[in-house]
């Protein structure tokens, strides 16, 4: 088994993040665990960081996409942007060796490539947002 890239973990992070969403009545801890048997991702901490943070802090990530929305519910947001969105606001919050910038096109590019081509712009600027939000506070 190869070392990920830390795109290729970041794909892995969101293909997590989007299966969940429709395995509600599943534990996180075995949606996980699945996924670990069935993919090249044994023990890769990014992944399962990301992962179960995202969950932890759920309330704060969907918050700030609220803030940054123009008036979306985050479940009027297809699966794959939220869980794009989710991600990256993550990684923007908590994971300080990863500029905003990246985390920011990195995310864009998951949204062009599994969304709508319709979707990149909202995305886009809803990130910017939030970006420019966390940036402020981590000025403070």
Known sequence: MAQLTRKEAREEAFRLLFETEF?????????????????????????????????????????????HSNGWKPSRISPVSRSVIRLCIYEM??????????????????????????MKAFVNGLLNGAKNEIEAAKKQ
Do not use: Q
């Open 23 to 67: 395995r509600k009545d599943e534990e996180r801890e075995t949606i996980y665990a699945l996924a670990t048997e069935n993919r090249e991702f044994i023990g890769n901490e990014y992944i399962k960081s990301v992962y179960f943070g995202v969950w932890e802090h759920l309330e704060e990530i969907d918050g700030c996409m609220v803030r």
């Open 93 to 118: 919050l908590y994971m300080d060796d990863i500029p905003l910038a990246v985390s920011l096109n990195e995310a864009i590019e998951l949204v062009k490539k599994y969304d709508d081509e319709k």
